[in-house]
C-alpha cells in the first residue's frame, strides 16, 4: 500500500496510475471524496483529511510501505510563506510517528538555494524541514512543467507563444508531469536506500523548442516571444493572480532566466524525460476532442 498526497492533481494523479498500473496498492488523503470518486472506482482507498491536518497525515500513512508528499501550490504566499510552513510542520509531526519506510517528496529545481526562488522558496523549506527526518527519503527536483504551456493550444492560433523565458533560446529544465509520477513511483517501489537522496528530473529545453513542437501539433508556424518584463505583473493578472501579489511568480521566472534552475547540481542524481511536449500538446488536444 502506498500514500499518494494530491491524488486529484496533476502530479500526484499521474503517480497513482504508474503504481496502479504495477498492480500497487494505492491510499490517498481526501478532502472531497466527490472530486476523487473516480479514483474509488480504481480500487484506491480513501482517507478523508488534508494537508493541514497532522492527525490525517498520520492515519493516512499508518502501515504503508512508502509515501508520496508534496505540497499545494500557493501562487500568492504569505511573504514568510508561512502556508507552506504549516503543511511542512504537519508532514514532519505526522512522518516522525507513522515513520513509513520511505518517503518521496516533490521538490523543484532551485531547492538547493534558500533565496531568490520566489514560489520555489516553498520547496526550499520542505527540503529544509524534512532534513532531521531518519527513514530513507528522495527529494525529486522537477523541472518546470510542460503542462504549464498548456495555455498555448487557445492562444497561439497567431503563430505566438508568450513566455516568461528569456531568452527564448536559452535552455532550462523542463519536464512533463507524466514523467514524474513514473519516476515517484519506481522510487517507492524500486530498490531500498538508506539516508537522503536528490533527484534531478527533466530535460534541458528551450521555449523555442517548445513553441517548435507546439506548432507541430497545431499544424501552424508558432514563434516564442519573451513577454517584456515591465508587463510580466499585468500579464499575471490576467491569468488571476491578484493585483500587488505578482511577486513571487515573477521572482521565480527571474531565477529561471538567471540559470538558478538548471541541471548539474552537486551530489545529486539525474534522470532524464521521456514524454515530450509534443507529446503533452497531443494529448490535451484528443483529450478536448474526445
Known amino acids: 500500500m502506498f500514500l499518494v498526497m494530491g ?16 498492480g500497487k496498492k494505492v491510499r490517498a488523503l481526501v478532502r472531497d471524496r466527490a472530486k476523487a470518486a473516480s479514483w474509488m472506482d480504481q480500487g484506491v482507498e480513501l482517507v478523508d483529511g488534508d494537508w493541514n491536518d497532522a492527525a490525517a497525515i498520520e492515519r493516512a500513512l499508518r502501515g504503508v510501505d512508502g509515501a508520496f508528499v508534496m505540497l499545494p501550490s500557493v501562487w500568492t504566499p504569505s511573504p514568510d510563506f508561512k502556508e ?7 508532514y514532519v509531526e505526522a512522518l516522525t510517528r507513522a515513520a513509513p519506510p520511505r ?31 531518519t527513514f530513507p527519503i528522495a527529494f525529486v527536483r522537477a523541472g518546470g512543467f510542460f503542462e504549464n504551456f498548456l495555455y498555448g493550444l487557445h492562444i497561439a492560433h497567431g503563430g505566438t507563444l508568450p513566455v516568461y523565458y528569456n531568452p527564448t533560446n536559452r535552455k532550462s529544465t523542463m519536464v512533463a508531469t507524466n514523467d514524474i509520477g513514473a519516476e515517484v513511483a519506481t522510487l517507492l517501489i524500486g530498490p531500498a536506500w538508506s539516508g537522503q537522496r536528490v533527484v534531478e528530473l527533466g530535460s534541458m529545453v528551450t521555449a523555442d523548442e517548445v513553441a517548435a513542437q507546439l ?11 519573451a513577454v517584456p518584463r515591465a508587463e510580466w505583473s499585468a500579464a499575471f493578472e490576467q491569468f488571476g493572480i491578484p493585483k500587488g501579489q505578482t511577486g513571487p511568480a515573477e521572482a521565480m521566472f527571474e ?18 524525460g521521456t514524454t515530450s ?3 503533452v500538446f497531443e494529448a490535451a488536444q484528443n483529450a478536448a476532442k474526445a
Open 84 to 90: 507552506a510552513k504549516g503543511v511542512i510542520a504537519n
Open 277 to 279: 511536449a509534443r507529446d
Open 103 to 133: 518517503v518521496v517528496a516533490l521538490s523543484s529545481m532551485g531547492a538547493n538555494r534558500t533565496s531568490g526562488l520566489g514560489m520555489i522558496t516553498a520547496l526550499s523549506l520542505l527540503e529544509q524541514g524534512f532534513r532531521d527526518l
Open 215 to 225: 506548432g507541430e501539433v497545431m499544424q501552424r508556424d508558432v514563434k516564442a516571444f
Open 255 to 272: 531565477a529561471v532566466n538567471a540559470g538558478w534552475m538548471d541541471l548539474g547540481v552537486k551530489d545529486t542524481e539525474h534522470v532524464a
Open 7 to 22: 491524488i486529484t492533481g496533476k502530479v500526484g494523479g499521474a503517480t497513482a496510475r504508474h503504481l496502479l498500473a504495477q
